[in-house]
Nanobody, 123 residues
Framework: QVRLLESGGGSVHSGGSLRLSCEAS????????MAWFRQVPGKEREGVVG???????TYASSVKGRFTISKDNAKNTLYLQMNNLKPEDTAMYYC?????????????????WGQGTQVTVSS
């Protein structure tokens, strides 16, 4: 099973930017979707954005226009560029991968998860 390692979290002020990275232990092949989820204590984990092997993406409405997902297949790395951050973006961010995903923002579609990286946005 692939191992995923997130990095890049931190603390920023409202309006700031961060770039998260997720390095996979092996190459992610055709048919696999990679995604970013986030979770705050006491709430369910929610999908932020997912990207298929062909580059098709789905963004949550709350981040559309502010966040951008990308991947570097040569480095087995997934990225999340987060701009114009808001306090409500504060959460633990997780990277995940799943095979033949139907709903890119549904947590049950994914079977490999990283440990998470904390993002804190202050007003």
């Amino acid at each position: 099973q692939v191992r995923l390692l997130e990095s890049g979290g931190g603390s920023v002020h409202s309006g700031g930017s961060l770039r998260l990275s997720c390095e996979a232990s092996t190459s992610i092949g055709r048919g696999y979707t990679m995604a970013w989820f986030r979770q705050v204590p006491g709430k369910e984990r929610e999908g932020v954005v997912g990207i298929d092997s062909d580059g098709t993406t789905t963004y949550a409405s709350s981040v559309k226009g502010r966040f951008t997902i990308s991947k570097d297949n040569a480095k087995n790395t997934l990225y999340l560029q987060m701009n114009n951050l808001k306090p409500e973006d504060t959460a633990m961010y997780y990277c995940a991968t799943g095979y033949l995903v139907a709903d890119r923002l549904n947590v049950v579609e994914y079977n490999s998860w990283g440990q998470g990286t904390q993002v804190t946005v202050s007003s």
